[in-house]
């Protein structure tokens, strides 16, 4: 049974870093796109970051320049990466994979797999 799990979650500071990891189990996750949702109580998941099979990446306006996506596919593994932190970056993040890179990636019915998500707080 496929199955993503998240860690690297916590509780830091405006300014500190934090690299989230996604070890993916049941199948080879290589041949599929992986992504990073986030959510904060009472709003919609919002889309941060998401990375072909190929490699190719890409990431929300409001996390450029800060935030970097990563696979390992020997490892079965995608990491993000997060520097600068904000304390509007506080949510809980979302590990998601999908068999081809979702056209419109940005809506999270387009990903097929999903993680039960890891809390990210930044305090100010």
């Known amino acids: 049974q496929e199955k993503l799990v998240e860690s690297g979650g916590g509780l830091v500071q405006s300014g500190d870093s934090l690299r989230l990891s996604c070890a993916a189990s049941g199948r080879t996750f290589s041949g599929y796109a992986m992504g990073w949702f986030r959510q904060t109580p009472g709003q919609e998941r919002e889309f941060v970051a998401a990375?072909?099979?190929?490699?190719?990446?890409f990431r929300a306006d409001s996390v450029k320049g800060r935030f970097t996506i990563s696979r390992d596919n020997a490892e079965n593994t995608v990491y993000l990466q997060m520097n600068s932190l904000k304390p509007d970056d506080t949510a809980v993040y979302y590990c998601?994979?999908?068999?081809?890179?979702?056209?419109?990636?940005?809506?999270?019915?387009?990903?097929?797999?999903w993680g039960q998500g890891t809390q990210v707080t930044v305090s100010s």
């Open positions: 990375i072909a099979k190929s490699g190719g990446a």
């Open positions: 998601a994979a999908a068999p081809g890179l979702p056209i419109v990636k940005e809506i999270p019915a387009k990903w097929r797999y």
